[in-house]
C-alpha cells in the first residue's frame, strides 16, 4: 500500500502509487510546444564580422617555460628574479607580523583588568 501526507488531516493516508509519487497533486507534464526563442537574432560568425583586432604582442609562453622547467635549484615562486624575492619577503614579513600581534593581543587580553 502506497502513503501519502494529507494536508487536510496533517496524517498519512492510504492512496494509489501515482499520487504517492506526485506530492500536493503535482503531475510532471511534458510541454506540448517548444519555448519561444528569447534571442531569436541569428548569431553572427567571427569571420563574417569584419576587420578583427588582433594581439600584437609577442607570445611569451615559451620564453616563460624555459624559465620556469629549468632545474637550477631555485623554487618556482623565486624564479623570476627581483620582483618574485620582493613579493615573497613582503608576504613573509607579513604573515610573521601578523601571527605576532595576534601573540600580543592574545596575551593582553588573557591579563585580568585592574580595577
Do not use: W
Amino acid at each position: 500500500m502506497y502513503y501519502k501526507f494529507s494536508g487536510f488531516t496533517q496524517r498519512l493516508t492510504g492512496t494509489v502509487l501515482s499520487t504517492a509519487y506526485s506530492p500536493q497533486g503535482l503531475k510532471p507534464n511534458v510541454p506540448s510546444e517548444a519555448p519561444t526563442m528569447i534571442f531569436a537574432s541569428p548569431t553572427k560568425i567571427v569571420s563574417e564580422s569584419g576587420a578583427s583586432l588582433e594581439y600584437l604582442g609577442a607570445n611569451k609562453v615559451p620564453d616563460l617555460q624555459k624559465i620556469f622547467q629549468s632545474s637550477d635549484g631555485v623554487p618556482v615562486h623565486l624564479k623570476r628574479g627581483v620582483p618574485d624575492r620582493l613579493l615573497y619577503r613582503t608576504t613573509m614579513a607579513l604573515t610573521i607580523g601578523g601571527a605576532l600581534y595576534c601573540l600580543v593581543a592574545l596575551y593582553i587580553a588573557a591579563q585580568p583588568k585592574n580595577k
